[in-house]
């Protein structure tokens, strides 16, 4: 018997244990469930929760958000952003990992949620809801977020965990521009008095976010003290400190600078906020300390250092920066120009040099020497840059001063040259083509010579910065700024003209447009009109049309380079007369450029006073005459804006320029308005008429802003878009004409620009029902080619994207985003629909709105959006392009950047 009770033991054993855990496995179960508030259901709830679900979703969120961070290129020439959060675009990268951690956390909520008795008793759940909010905010998925995040601080509003929803919550509205719920929250936060002692450095982090944002630099700076000081990580305590170095910079605290980049130093950051740490305070150095000299010999150190070649275009312009507060500016020029012959993958830094460069020689003030180095600036400068509208701006001047002063020169040497003998004129030109002949020749043995030596600097780790100084100059070099030059600038049209048949018969009617030459091209900038040549130095492409008539010239023979510059000197009385208004034209420009852009009223009293002397009676003399006036009243020179101011109320009393005199409230008076406006519109008007149209233009921004809402408006925005039709490509003529038939749809001004339209193309508007409204011609007979079979295809009841086109720098993009999400957000957000940007080829930009299920629902959509009057009240759509659009046909316009092949489809398959 006790064999057979031996024997029967292990069995006995086994059974019993497989009972044992089977009891046990129920017992949890049974006692586990959520419904069910005891001790071992909340503890098992809790641990499944954090263990299983929560941790793991979090370590995703965690990789991601690294993730982001590292993908985000920081600038250091501006203030950084406060946080490393990247955009739209490099999401995508994390959008596995967010999505795998939303996943996991609505599982926890799922199955270990224990709301029993209206309370949340497993202390997981709220962490999970917030989790899923924050994996949405990491994918910028912005709306959705604020959604996940409002949803957490009202159902735990007794919890801590809202201060962390509000706190993210505030971030998107940052991001979104909405400034004014944003600052709500921030106060709400700051006067909590429950809010956690541990959060602070945060909260201060975003606080100071907030106030860079809106350029409230006092009060970001105490906030990003306090966040300093108060924040335990030191990755992001570093970065605090070196956005409050460079805010002390960017408003000339030069000491506290200091202090700040020193404190970041201290927290030893990654190498490359080191090395720009180091330059920074070295360019804050008060140059009269006792630090002065040791810190200049630091930077001269770096140069040696292996580590550093990459930036010895950043340790140049700090040396720069030295020089300048030295007030040694040649020197500063010296290493400013070695910066930018040493820069070479650092086309930021490069611009930045240039734009330093350019504002030296603005100051001095050297205007030609400036334009070639704003133009370099445009070239290589990025269009996110803080400045780059004021400095794309000021290059425009420039260059209209530049061409202005250059047909000054040009007419002025032809008018000197037709009062020689034929014999002294022919012995001229001879010099003329000998000279130019040597001095092409000259140019291609320095261009050698640069090439060579550039090479030999690329190819050298380290040397004396002081020696070695080079020339660097962009394309262009200097010139004259006065008229009475004794070189030949010629760049006439006249002149020109001979070889542009030859240019057009070998090159073909080519768009100006970079690297004309090839028959490949690619962008080397997202620069409107500038970018590099086959040498790497700064062209603009509004002027290769010139170019590559002057070079067409310079092909010539001798024999034909001498009859073309022979025939463009006005030697007939009808010659010299256009001549002269060329001159006169000119010099009224550049007393204007000088006047109201540049703001130097000396320059501009000079330049109208010569116009007056050298033609008293011009058609423009009572307008010189009171900008004469404006310019002394300006300078405080009394003497003579009498001078001129008599003589308005004495010979033009009855003028509209002397009742402003007389009546500084003159524009104010509502009924002599109308008689203003007129005036000012003649005078458009006739700008257009003389093929001013850039004029034309500004003139039209002038009268929006002096006469809102006045009865000449639809007028106006005709004849900026013929302008725009004289100036500028054929989409953007073609957008600027439905900007006028959108904005005055019952004026007769529509019509004329329905008329223009179907001339450009029939498939582009209507045709005017009533033909006689606006002209007695009959638009001429159009033979419509054959159709082409398209390269778009027809796909039904797939996803669908919403597109809105335009030229560049004509719409803010941030602001067209903010506006369709504020759109998406009151009538679509349950639809997730995510807003991003992008280029279209160098010409276009665009909003992609996705995803909608079908074309219905697309087009819909779109309908809405368009019609709904709040959308778009403070942007002008006047040029943007509205389509809808499926993913693969999206791939093939971008591909082929053909537009108008794409809306033509579109009409067809879409709107018919």
């Excluded at 801590?160 to 719920?181: E, N, S, W």
């Excluded at 062209?539 to 025939?567: C, G, H, P, W």
């Excluded at 508007?765 to 082409?788: N, S």
Aim: aromatic share 10%; charged share 25%; hydrophobic share 35%.
């Amino acid at each position: 018997m006790s064999f057979i009770r031996n024997s029967l033991k292990p069995h006995f054993n086994r059974h019993f244990l497989r009972v044992l855990v089977l009891a046990f496995t129920i017992v949890i179960y049974t006692g586990c469930s959520v419904k069910k508030n005891t001790v071992i259901s909340r503890m098992y709830h809790k641990t499944t929760a954090h263990y299983n679900g929560y941790f793991n979703a979090r370590e995703r969120v965690k990789q991601g958000a690294k993730t982001l961070a590292t993908s985000q290129v920081d600038r250091y020439d501006r203030i950084l952003p406060v946080f490393k959060h990247g955009d739209a675009a490099s999401a995508k990268a994390v959008f596995p990992d967010m999505d795998e951690a939303i996943k996991k956390v609505s599982l926890v909520i799922q199955r270990h949620s224990m709301e029993i008795d209206g309370k949340e008793r497993n202390k997981w759940i709220d962490d999970s809801y917030l989790l899923i909010g924050v994996a949405q905010f990491y994918k910028h998925e912005t709306w959705t977020a604020i959604e996940s995040f409002q949803f957490v601080a009202a159902q735990y509003r007794n919890e801590p965990i809202k201060y962390d929803a509000l706190m993210y919550l505030t971030q998107c509205y940052l991001r979104l521009g909405k400034m004014a719920d944003a600052e709500y929250l921030l106060g709400t936060l700051r006067d909590d008095g429950k809010f956690p002692v541990k959060k602070k450095g945060m909260l201060n982090a975003i606080y100071a976010d907030y106030y860079i944002q809106q350029n409230d630099y006092e009060k970001a700076i105490e906030h990003l003290t306090k966040a300093g000081s108060m924040t335990k990580k030191r990755a992001d305590r570093a970065r605090y400190y070196f956005i409050l170095g460079q805010i002390h910079q960017k408003m000339g605290e030069y000491p506290k600078a200091v202090t700040a980049y020193e404190a970041c130093m201290d927290l030893n950051p990654a190498y490359e906020m080191m090395f720009n740490a180091r330059v920074n305070r070295a360019s804050s150095v008060d140059v009269n300390s006792p630090d002065a000299k040791g810190i200049r010999e630091m930077l001269v150190k770096m140069l040696s250092d292996d580590k550093n070649i990459e930036y010895h275009d950043q340790i140049y312009y700090a040396l720069a920066e030295i020089s300048l507060k030295e007030n040694n500016t040649q020197e500063a020029i010296d290493f400013l120009r070695k910066s930018t012959a040493s820069s070479v993958g650092n086309s930021n830094q490069k611009a930045l040099s240039y734009l330093k460069l350019a504002e030296i020689f603005f100051k001095k003030p050297e205007y030609p020497l400036a334009q070639t180095y704003y133009d370099s600036t445009a070239a290589f400068l990025s269009q996110d840059h803080p400045d780059y509208i004021t400095i794309i701006n000021t290059k425009t001047n420039l260059t209209k001063l530049i061409k202005n002063l250059a047909v000054i020169q040009t007419e002025d040497s032809l008018q000197r040259m037709a009062s020689m003998s034929p014999s002294e004129r022919e012995a001229s030109i001879d010099r003329l083509i000998e000279v130019e002949t040597e001095e092409r020749l000259r140019k291609e043995k320095e261009r050698e010579e640069k090439l060579l030596k550039d090479k030999e600097m690329k190819e050298q780790s380290h040397g004396d910065p002081f020696g070695n100084m080079q020339d660097i100059r962009p394309p262009g070099g200097g010139g004259q700024q006065s008229g009475g030059g004794t070189g030949w600038y010629f760049s006439n049209q006249s002149a020109l003209s001979f070889g542009y048949t030859d240019f057009i018969r070998i090159w073909g009617n080519r768009k100006l447009e970079d690297n004309w030459r090839r028959s490949s091209r690619s962008s080397f900038a997202e620069v409107p009109g500038g970018g590099p040549d086959e040498t790497g130095e700064a062209v603009d492409s509004t002027d290769l049309a010139a170019v590559a008539a002057r070079d067409s010239i310079m092909a010539l023979d001798n024999a034909k380079r001498k009859q073309a510059y022979l025939e463009s000197i006005p030697v007939t009385p009808e010659m010299r007369a256009a001549s002269d208004e060329k001159i006169v034209e000119a010099y009224y420009n550049v007393g204007l450029i000088y006047k109201e852009q540049l703001r130097d009223n000396k320059e501009s009293g000079r330049n109208f006073e010569t116009l007056l002397q050298r033609y008293p009676e011009n058609q423009y003399k009572l307008p010189t005459i009171y900008n004469l006036y404006r310019v002394y009243l300006a300078l405080g020179d009394e003497e003579k804006s009498d001078y001129y101011k008599n003589i308005i109320l004495n010979n033009y009393a009855d003028s509209e320029y002397a009742k402003i005199i007389l009546n500084p409230d003159y524009f104010k008076d509502q009924q002599k308005k109308v008689a203003i406006q007129k005036v000012f519109y003649e005078n458009t008007y006739r700008a257009y008429l003389n093929k001013q149209y850039e004029d034309v233009i500004e003139r039209k921004s002038m009268a929006d802003s002096l006469f809102p809402s006045n009865e000449l408006a639809p007028k106006y925005e005709l004849l900026t878009s013929l302008a725009i039709g004289k100036l500028r490509s054929l989409p953007e003529f073609e957008a600027s004409l439905k900007q006028v038939i959108r904005k005055y749809p019952e004026d007769s001004v529509a019509g004329r620009a329905k008329e223009i339209l179907a001339r450009i193309n029939p498939a582009l508007a209507e045709q005017p029902k009533d033909t006689t409204a606006t002209t007695k011609e009959a638009p001429p007979e159009v033979v419509e080619p054959p159709k082409k079979r398209s390269m778009f295809t027809v796909q039904k009841d797939t996803i669908q994207y919403v597109l809105f086109v335009y030229v560049n720098n004509t719409i803010s993009t941030e602001d067209f985003k903010v506006a369709v999400s504020n759109y998406n957000g009151t009538y679509h957000r349950t639809k997730q629909l995510q807003v991003n940007s992008s280029f279209l080829g160098q010409e276009y930009q665009f909003l992609m709105i996705k995803q909608l299920p079908n074309k219905e629902e697309a087009l819909g959509y779109l309908d809405g959006l368009l019609n709904d009057p709040e959308a778009f009240s403070n942007i002008d759509m006047g040029s943007a392009r509205s389509v809808v659009i499926t993913p693969d046909n999206l791939i093939m316009l971008l591909q082929t950047k053909d537009l108008d092949g794409y809306e033509r489809f579109y009409e067809e398959q879409y709107l018919n």
